[in-house]
């Protein structure tokens, strides 16, 4: 008689035996997930949802006196702190999805010790927790795209702004992908969670788009530093949103699908390394 | 009509690494692959031991479990029983697939929830409503299936009129209640119990227990519960088993395995610590004698005998403090306790031996064990369970030279007229 069993526990799992289907099953779990990230954010702050908007109007100053200012390599013709606005809003986003990824078996080996449910949960918890704030802070771009339009009388948006969401669909599919590779590691290696905490955050210095636009920044750079510049799937992704929003960088497809080609190979990577990485993590975390 | 196996479990191990994990890790991670890479076995695992813990280990890999086989049916409730360290917990995580095992493969029919901690993930900033449909939604319940049954969860857990209320607010008996509430609620096919019934007020604990036993006798649900309440397991289970050293020992009907268990329990007829319970503190028991008139050890007491029971301390106390202790039989249920609070015997004399004396021992025949403790008003500063066990056996009591005439229970001194 062939017996049906619904739940097989076995020590090896296949590379690719992604359980999709069970992902899908707890979808809710992860819109009460985003919930909780949502209603208890700012909770105990004084200034409470305002943090949304101080955070990036700060960087945005502060990016503009050191780099429009200082160091004087601010983009020509546009207004310097729409620009400082734009390009940190989106690295932002990268950077805290990274981040946060890496540390999702450290943060929550409370709940994952006691509970079986898709690990892959808490990853896509941090991607869309992370697009509401973004969604926030674009409303901030948009508000300041607007004051610029009143008071100077040019609009800096570009037609090519429809096609913004598949910029920030490439972002998610790679900051995803990046962290779910480090999450893996991190379990064993606790070291690599504090190389990610000061090391992302650098990595802004030389992604093109943040300082200044691609163009003027590998001219900027010494020859030798070039390729950095030029295979960094962020810097394209950064300057056609500024260019999209600003006016200030480039669009061009074959950079875009440069970018989308990397951060899709990551993502496959960072879920099979995850996939293997779930089933024991409890034993060595 | 046979009743169809449910969980099939086929020679599951699990091996752990000792230690520190994290050093050394990369070196053996190396090891391990480069094996790997010529088709050779792990190199740690021949040398993994079985989980001995009063033996110092040689290896630094231990088999937690190995070998475990057994197969549950629908509608049984398995009671899993061993000492600490027995390995209980790593199945109940394998199981719950918190982990997977080293080899060997289960197999499971029907939904299953686990229950290894009552209100997993909730957040004290979230009002209850909210928690009860995180908590429900972790445990894999839909968003439907809360919805229709939030006003039994609720009227469950008596927390009625602080839906609303963020649970930060909430005593730990009401989180815990909530907890177990939305946990009642479940419905899964199969139910995997740890001791979380162990938290909770006793009139709560008799609720919990009994919606358990409704869930597996009216709806012909299978139940795994892991407890060392002896009590709640026989109340609660139909077939049970015993694990040993990470090995299954013994599996069948409920009260033999208590049996089993019970009657397989090493005894300790000297003084052992090792079920300490007051860490890091510097006031110690650190011996407990039971003594003849004589004021010889003894490790047998026959029922009418005079016992001194002998404790000493490390170290004297500076300030007023208690000592108690009490007898227990080895299916862990209370027979009698002595105190010096009770008795209103103020002890500050700055000594380190301190004895009580039983006129007359009145337990009959069994193994007893003696839990103890030293507490001042505030803290308590040590507590030893099952720090000696005695052997008793049926003397002449009455000192008639006629031995009573039952076996079981105890004695006690009457007048005839």
């Keep these: ?285 | 009509m046979s009743k169809n196996t449910v969980i099939k479990i086929e020679n599951v191990s699990k091996m752990y690494d000792l230690g520190l994990v994290g050093t050394g890790t990369l070196s053996k991670d190396l090891n391990r692959t480069w094996a790997k890479l010529r088709g050779k076995p792990d190199p740690y695992a021949t040398l993994a031991e079985l989980n001995v813990r009063s033996e110092k280990s040689k290896s630094n890999t231990v088999w937690a479990l190995q070998d475990i086989n057994f197969e549950v049916k629908q509608g049984e409730v398995l009671g899993i029983i061993g000492k600490n360290g027995a390995g209980k917990s790593t199945l109940l995580k394998i199981l719950s697939r918190i982990t997977t095992p080293t080899t060997g493969i289960i197999k499971m029919k029907g939904r299953v929830g686990s229950l290894l901690e009552v209100g997993t993930g909730m957040h004290p900033e979230m009002t209850a409503r909210q928690n009860v449909f995180l908590n429900g939604a972790i445990m894999g319940m839909t968003r439907v299936e809360i919805k229709r049954k939030l006003d039994e969860i609720v009227d469950f857990a008596g927390i009625g009129k602080y839906i609303d209320t963020p649970i930060k607010r909430f005593s730990s008996g009401m989180k815990v209640r909530l907890g177990f509430a939305v946990a009642a609620f479940l419905e899964p096919e199969i139910l995997i119990v740890d001791e979380v019934l162990a938290v909770g007020d006793a009139e709560f604990q008799k609720k919990a227990i009994g919606k358990m036993q409704d869930v597996s006798k009216g709806k012909g649900r299978t139940v795994l519960f892991v407890s060392h309440n002896m009590a709640s397991v026989k109340k609660l289970c139909s077939n049970g088993i015993v694990l040993e050293n990470g090995k299954v020992g013994f599996t069948g009907e409920i009260s033999n395995t208590i049996n089993y268990y019970i009657s397989n329990k090493t005894i300790n007829n000297k003084f052992n610590s090792d079920n300490r319970q007051v860490k890091n503190n510097d006031v110690k028991i650190t011996n407990v004698k039971i003594k003849n008139s004589n004021n010889e050890s003894i490790d047998k007491i026959l029922s009418g005998e005079k016992i001194i029971i002998e404790i000493v301390l490390n170290k004297a106390i500076n300030e007023n403090f208690d000592i108690g202790f009490g007898f227990y039989n080895p299916e862990e249920i209370p027979q009698f306790h002595c105190s010096t609070e009770t008795k209103r015997i103020e002890l500050n004399n700055r000594k380190q031996i301190y004895q009580a004396t039983i006129n007359k021992w009145p337990l009959a025949t069994g193994k007893y064990y003696l839990n103890i403790y030293v507490r001042t008003k505030t803290t308590l500063l040590d507590y030893i369970k099952e720090a000696i066990w005695i052997y008793s056996e049926k003397g002449d009591f009455y000192n008639t030279g006629v031995l009573p005439s039952w076996s079981n229970g105890f004695y006690i001194d009457y007048d005839w007229e």
């Design chain 1, 1 to 285: 008689m062939q017996e049906k069993w619904n739940t097989i526990i076995k020590p090896k799992r296949g590379l690719f035996a992604i359980d999709l289907k069970s992902v899908w099953q707890y979808r809710d779990l992860l819109k009460m997930f985003v919930f909780r990230d949502f209603v208890t954010y700012y909770k105990q702050t004084i200034l409470g949802p305002l943090w949304f908007f101080i955070q990036p109007l700060f960087t945005a100053a502060i990016n503009l006196f050191v780099f429009g200012g200082l160091a004087g390599i601010g983009p020509a013709g546009v207004p310097g702190f729409l620009f400082y606005l734009s390009g940190p809003i989106l690295w932002q986003y990268f950077q805290d999805t990274f981040t946060k990824t890496s540390a999702v078996f450290i943060e929550n080996q409370q709940i994952f010790g006691k509970v079986y449910f898709p690990r892959l949960i808490m990853p896509l918890t941090v991607l869309i927790s992370g697009l509401m704030k973004f969604a926030v802070q674009l409303l901030i771009l948009i508000a300041a795209v607007v004051y610029y339009y009143f008071s100077t009388g040019t609009l800096s948006l570009q037609l090519e702004l429809v096609f913004f969401p598949i910029i920030i669909l490439i972002v998610m599919i790679l900051a995803m992908g990046f962290g779910l590779i480090v999450s893996a590691l991190t379990t064993k290696y606790r070291d690599l969670k504090f190389l990610i905490d000061f090391g992302v955050p650098l990595l802004k210095y030389i992604t093109p788009g943040i300082a200044t636009t691609y163009a003027v920044f590998v001219n900027t750079l010494p020859a030798k530093l070039v390729p950095f510049a030029k295979y960094n799937p962020m810097g394209y992704l950064i300057d056609s949103f500024n260019y999209m929003f600003v006016g200030a960088g480039s669009f061009n497809w074959a950079s875009l699908g440069f970018s989308a080609g990397i951060a899709i190979v990551i993502l496959l990577l960072g879920i099979i390394i995850f996939n293997q990485t779930e089933k024991n993590f409890m034993d060595t975390v």
